[in-house]
């Protein structure tokens, strides 16, 4: 296992936690389509999911790629559901993120 | 220290927790004043207090205490917010979990 | 989607995180075998995990039979890392409670 | 409030969560005095009490002052208990890293 895989890993799961929250406030103020249940519930499960794989990373446990496996795929639901706002930067940057997220994940749960 | 207020006070604080996010589901779904940012902030605060809450008593630590003081001030909050609704069933049953929660908690915090 | 079987399904993963946090007290209180870093994980893991799938079905997330599945796994590996002190109460407490909430999320899994 | 001190304390608050949990892998495999449930515990209670604190600053919630507040005091609580180890390298950061996040939260807690 690569240290450096996962201390990036870790890095870009926090990250990803902290964006989506942050959206999560963004998406509530604007309203409308914003504040639609399933993309409010995608970026809750996105924040959780991350803090989870961080959390097994950070424990050390062997269960760290299963929870990377899963936490990918959350975060490319994530990364769907922000891209149906193509006219809002924060949209824009939180899906991005969690591309970034999903792919490294990915690897961890390949190679980690 | 009395075992069974801290027992009733774990049990409350997971039913709190629980009816909070099920409470979030609900007012997403309602959307207009009940998806207000602040009304949504509450109850995602008052959810994750619980649940620390409930985490610090059951590790039996010292600071149960301070944390359940701070958990009786989140459900306060918590409880008013839903206050605001009194027409929807779901928002009276939150703000009745919400006042039992404070009130056990604030017995912990004195007497725990 | 039954909502029984959800229903029955939040609450033993309820049950199973606060049983595992209990359990993590009373290893760390044991000392020796029973603080080793992999048994200690492993019920973190457990607790960490349950309440994420907890969070995950109140939410009403599409992605609840996932995190279900990923929940039952670490609940197994919990009950065997459990089943290894047989005469102590508390493990075999813990180990039926994570085998009764593997079998409840499979069945989330699959059914869900 | 200023933007740049509630974004500093953010990212404190997730440096302090990640040290503390690694730090418990790290005495968890120390054993002897490093894994008494009292050290543990306190690193468990700071790691979450750090995230709660991050949770609330990332919602904008006006409840941040509070959350900080109580970080503070989890976090010299932290420090206090990793000072018991002066010939250990990690714990020696892990103790200045809960002084720096103690600092910034009280200052959060009062100017924030």
Known sequence: MSLSLMQ????????????????????????????EPSHITTL???????ATSVNVMLRESPRHRRTCELCAEVCDACAKSCAGFHDDDEMRRCEAEC???????????RNG
Request: aromatic content about 0%; charged content about 30%.
């Open 99 to 109: 591309h970034r997220c999903a792919e490294l994940c990915r690897e961890m749960s």
């Open 8 to 35: 990036r890993c870790i890095e870009e799961c926090g990250r990803c936690h902290d964006l989506c929250l942050q959206a999560i406030a963004h998406c509530l103020r604007k309203g409308g389509r914003h504040a």
């Open 44 to 50: 809750l499960d996105c924040a959780e999911m991350c």
